[in-house]
């Protein structure tokens, strides 16, 4: 099998010849494989190259530019969301989407990004499960960030380490 949903078999027979099957998925296939990312950040310069990064690494992305626009579309289509990743500074506040986040679809994986990291902790640390990213970040620390969101999108996994040392 492939990573992304096709299929190659062959069949051999001794002194004869071999057969191969190449079965790849559609276009739409590929896109239903894909993780659908709500990602909320106001700067212009930002939003469309982080957009790009992740989309190489398989999520499909809406971009979003405020608070307002992405509680809209968490109050309508929160389940068709895989994870959501917001910058916390930004018209609205990314803490309010989060909030809606868990209002409307409970086990929402969140990320939360910042620049300003004493008040990103502090807040991803009242959002059950959330991860925090400090800006600048690369691609791949909002891929691990994710990642980890996604496997234990209410930090119930935290929540028993921290059980156990006590």
Known sequence: YCADGGMISAWSEPGGSTLFRLVLPTIEEQEL??????YVEDDEAVRPATAALLEHYDW??????????AIAILRSDA????????????PGGG????????????????VFTSACT???????????????????ASADDLVQAL????????????????????
């Open 33 to 38: 494989a894909r993780r659908r990312l709500l």
């Open 60 to 69: 499909s992305v809406t971009q979003v530019v405020d608070a307002t626009a």
């Open 79 to 90: 389940e068709s969301y895989a994870a959501l990743l917001t910058d916390l500074e930004l």
């Open 95 to 110: 803490e309010s989407i989060a909030t809606t986040a868990r209002e409307v679809h409970p086990e929402l994986p969140i």
């Open 118 to 136: 004493g008040r990103l902790a502090e807040v991803a640390a009242k959002v059950s499960g959330a991860q925090a990213v400090p800006k600048p």
């Open 147 to 166: 990642e980890a969101a996604c496997a234990d999108p209410l930090g119930a996994g935290r929540r028993e380490r921290r059980l156990r040392r006590a």
